[in-house]
């Protein structure tokens, strides 16, 4: 099955109607200016050399040469040979709370943020594990299941906002299920959680779940964002601190101890997020106390390349253009033919002499 390495660079095919309206408004311009000169016996003899039908040619080649190379940027790729990679590893959910609240700037540049560069870490590091991902407000929301695809899980990570799950909230109980629903039930271990979020709105369910899941072998870890004192939110819409019924500034605060007792009851680990690096630290070395499993993955090892054919394809192109001249091609008055036998015919030219 074929694919494009870099979809995104196809984008460049949108340019083609603005390529289209330029050589229309050229050819109008060109009419204009036959218009303006009056005479068409004038008009005919200046652009008797001319030809429509080779400047048209000509476009066309350009076009289907940009076509060609935005392809090419593209890299049209078709998988090679397939591998069976064993490794050992454990399932683990990532689950990123993306309420309003993770918009509050007590820890730089804002708690959202500061939890997607943890989770860019752990992606790199826990190379044989299989990751999924889960966000969560008012809802929770599925967003990738488990998948040794690294690179996936890091361009959701990085789409991640508030924007993504409008219904307010923190529903931890609710997005705890949804991860849970990943794993294999039929295993009693191998499962982690890693839960990041301020726990600022207090989930009476989030416990009783946590206990739950901690039966089926699952381990919750969770990662305080934010500060006990709390910080003021920026409404992303108006750039506005955000107000309550009584017009009052809400000031949102770093719920610990729920964050906490959801570790507690799993055997897991709880971590406020200060510092990137031994936050990272921290929560390997727990994700490596888990025991691991033999994952089985068929992926595809290589890729081959078929850029470099449609390169070629718009450089033969843009010579042929170059080369294509848009004059008429006419023989001068007394050039001599060859015949098929290669001898030389004259031609036809009547010589006129003063009597």
Known sequence: MFRFQHIEYLLGLAALPILGGLFYMLMRWKKKAAARIGDPTLVKQLTSNFSALRF?????????????????????????????????????????????????????????????????????????????????????????????????????????????????????????????????????????????????????????????????????????IGSPDGSPIVDPNTGELKKDDQGQTVISKLNEAELQQLADASNGRYIRLDNIDDAEITMTQQLDSIE???????????????????????????????FLTERHVKRAPGQKLRDSDGKVQATSVKLQTSS
């Open 56 to 224: 048209l040619i000509k476009f066309c080649l350009v076009t289907l040469a940009f076509i060609i190379l935005v392809l090419g940027a593209g890299n049209l790729q078709k998988p090679g040979a397939m591998e069976n990679v064993r490794r050992q590893g454990v399932d683990v959910m990532l689950v990123l709370d993306v309420s309003k609240s993770m918009l509050a700037r007590d820890i730089k540049p804002d708690r959202l943020e500061k939890a997607k560069q943890l989770l860019y870490r752990l992606t790199d590091k826990l190379e044989n594990d299989r990751l999924g991902l889960v966000l969560f407000a008012g809802r929770a929301y599925m967003q990738m299941p488990l998948t040794t695809d690294h690179g996936a899980a890091r361009m959701y990570i990085q789409d991640a906002s508030p924007a993504v799950v409008p219904t307010q909230g923190t529903v931890i109980a609710e997005a705890l299920r949804m991860a849970n629903s990943s794993f294999n039930s039929k295993e009693r271990k191998y499962k982690a959680i890693v839960l990041l979020s301020d726990g600022e709105d207090h989930d009476p369910d989030a416990l009783k779940v946590a206990k739950q899941l901690a039966q089926g072998g699952v381990m919750i870890n969770t990662v305080g």
């Open 292 to 322: 691991k499993k033999a994952l089985n993955d068929a992926e595809f090892i290589d890729y081959n390349s078929y850029f470099q054919w449609f390169l070629a394809a718009a450089l033969f192109l843009l010579l042929t253009e170059y």
